[in-house]
């Protein structure tokens, strides 16, 4: 079987800059302006409910479409919590389940059909109990009320979900920055790009190699992130090799690659940055569901995906799939300090 296209990259090309697609959307980016105004006003203005959770909330989310690295942000930031003596829960949309109208709460090793892959990889490598529903507050509600334990809440995404309460917004972007800075769909942003002035920290997903970010000015705080991998994992044996032994001819004559992530080519960077030429480098659609294989017409030893990607394909029975993860390297070695200083704060009923 021939894999599907990825359908990201034509829209990304144009998202870049002000070419003629963006010129001939910029009447319909005009109405998303105007909705995104409207709907903030009603909750800043109190029309809207909006529902305040009795323990803080930390929300990590993106103003461009798409994958920008959030997740594992998300996973570094429930670890470091914990460590630091907070027992934290997370709350998702559940993207690509079918949720139904009560919230699904779980822990530990989450079927991804049920709950959504990232909502899965989330808790497979944090532990954290996971609840998931569209509407944030629900899942909130729903997951004090099964985990009475879990003293702050980390919101996977939700930065324009504004019927959720909270108290430290993070935004995560990457290389793209803004693009052509304009909404949807003549551009790529959810939001304006003032809105990153807004936020209490920004962090840019740097590819490897790339220079760091400049120093920081006034505004939110900022860092840069960089994924780096660690051992690859087999998904069928769960047996770990380096990363360094799939650039080995003498071990795996031929490595190809698959990603369904919103940015494809950035995995597929990071591992030609460890020494791996993988070829084929098949770009999935973002959350491809693998209800059929895309790799049985690919001629490989050993074929690497992402974490995200290996939660959905353990049904596969491929033995030539091996896992790469991935763990957030940030610039700032402060920053998880001074979020938990904010959530004390927060916790004990002050400004954060």
């Not at 690859?232 to 990363?243: D, F, M, N, V």
Request: hydrophobic share 40%.
């Amino acid at each position: 079987m021939k894999p599907p296209p990825a359908r990201a990259p034509f829209p990304q090309r144009h998202w870049q800059h002000d070419g003629w697609l963006a010129t001939l959307l910029r009447p319909l980016s005009a109405l998303t302006a105007w909705h995104v105004a409207r709907r903030r006003e009603q909750y800043q203005a109190g029309r809207r409910p909006v529902y305040r959770a009795p323990v803080p909330v930390v929300v990590i989310g993106n103003i461009y479409v798409g994958g920008t690295g959030k997740t594992p942000v998300v996973i570094a930031t429930v670890q470091a919590l914990r460590e630091r003596g907070w027992t934290p829960g997370v709350i998702s949309r559940g993207y690509g389940a079918r949720i139904g109208p009560q919230p699904r709460v779980g822990q530990g090793d989450l079927a991804p059909a049920s709950y959504g892959d990232e909502p899965a990889l989330i808790a497979r490598a944090t532990g954290a109990p996971v609840a998931v529903h569209p509407r944030r507050a629900l899942a909130a509600q729903a997951l004090l009320q099964r985990y009475p334990h879990v003293d702050v809440i980390v919101s996977d995404d939700g930065l324009q979900h504004l019927a959720l309460a909270r108290d430290v917004e993070i935004a995560v972007q990457d290389e793209r920055g803004v693009g052509n800075g304009r909404l949807l769909p003549a551009g790529p942003l959810r939001e304006p790009a003032a809105r990153l002035d807004t936020v209490d920290a920004v962090i840019t997903n740097r590819a490897p190699g790339s220079p760091a970010s400049a120093g920081a000015g006034t505004g939110p705080r900022r860092a840069d992130m960089r994924l780096e991998p660690d051992a690859a994992r087999h998904l069928q044996s769960g047996a770990r090799r380096p990363l360094a032994d799939f650039a080995d001819a003498s071990a795996f004559p031929a490595v190809a690659a698959a990603a369904g992530i919103g940015n494809p080519e950035r995995y597929f960077a990071t591992l030609r940055a460890a020494g791996v030429r993988p070829a084929p480098c098949l770009a999935l659609p973002d959350h491809y569901d693998y209800r059929r294989s895309p790799f049985d017409a690919v001629a490989a030893d050993a074929i690497l995906i992402t974490s995200k990607d290996a939660i959905k394909c353990r049904g596969l029975d491929d033995p030539r799939l091996w896992e790469v993860p991935v763990q957030a390297r940030l610039s700032d070695p402060g920053l998880f300090d001074w979020l938990a200083a904010r959530l004390r704060r927060a916790a004990a009923g002050g400004s954060p």
